[in-house]
């Protein structure tokens, strides 16, 4: 059974960026499907940040792009986020998720969650 | 990109049967047979509970269904139980080849 476990500080300073990482237990990342972001604030919902597939390609939502980087550490089994010069806009609970292995931005099986709040 | 509207709330009785309506544009859900729905209860990981319009993972109850017309998807629970009681969420594939999310639906079992 595959699971998925958000982790990284709750509290980040406007302008630094945020960093997660993601830990998958049960599948192999290196094996395939792609993984991926989402968040859900308060203000606009839930919105897709980015995908990225074992091989290393990279999928982002356009508005997020210039800020946003998507990684992987298939030794530890785990992925990651960065999230650039955040904003109290970017509190939002954060969620990762692998992919639907046919469509690189649905998530099929989902974390529950990390809260980030953007405060100095 | 905007996100797709939904009822803030729906409610039934348990055993009634319930519809939660998904309405964006011709450039998310009337452009694509991509349309998915989670129910997320809070606190908890979201649930993958259709794809592709109408199709259920593996382990979904077949009480949930799902159909599109136009720019309008729509989901149903029939013989609505009191387990179901959460958050649903619509989404669906973009023309800028994205994925856009609902505003949300909260599903009160009376």
């Known amino acids: 059974q595959v699971q998925l476990q958000e982790s990284g500080p709750g509290l980040v300073k406007p302008s630094e960026t945020l960093s997660l990482t993601c830990t998958v237990s049960?599948?192999?990342?290196?094996?395939?499907?792609?993984w991926g972001w989402i968040r859900q604030s308060p203000g606009k919902g839930l919105e897709w940040i980015g995908t990225i597939y074992h091989a290393g390609n990279t999928y982002y939502n356009p508005p997020l792009k210039s800020r946003v980087t998507l990684s992987m550490d298939t030794s530890k089994n785990q992925f990651s986020l960065k999230l650039r010069s955040v904003t109290a806009a970017d509190t939002a609970v954060y969620f990762c998720?692998?992919?639907?292995?046919?469509?690189?931005?649905?998530?099929?099986?989902w974390g529950q969650g990390t809260l980030v709040t953007v405060s100095s | 990109q905007s996100a797709l509207t939904q009822p803030a709330s729906v409610s039934g009785s348990p055993g009634q049967s319930i519809t939660i309506s998904c309405t964006g544009t011709?450039?998310?859900?009337?452009?694509?047979?991509?349309v998915s729905w989670y129910q997320h209860h809070p606190g908890k990981a979201p649930k993958l509970m259709i794809y592709d319009v109408s199709d259920r993972p593996s382990g979904v109850s077949n009480r949930f269904s799902g159909s599109k017309s136009g720019n309008t998807a729509s989901l149903t629970i029939s013989g609505l139980q009191a387990e179901d009681e959460a958050d649903y969420y619509c989404s669906s594939f973009t023309t800028s080849s994205t994925r856009v999310f609902g505003t949300g639906t909260k599903v009160t079992v009376l």
């Open positions: 049960g599948y192999s990342i290196s094996s395939g499907y792609y």
């Open positions: 998720a692998r992919v639907k292995h046919d469509d690189y931005t649905l998530p099929e099986i």
């Open positions: 011709s450039s998310d859900v009337g452009g694509y047979n991509y």
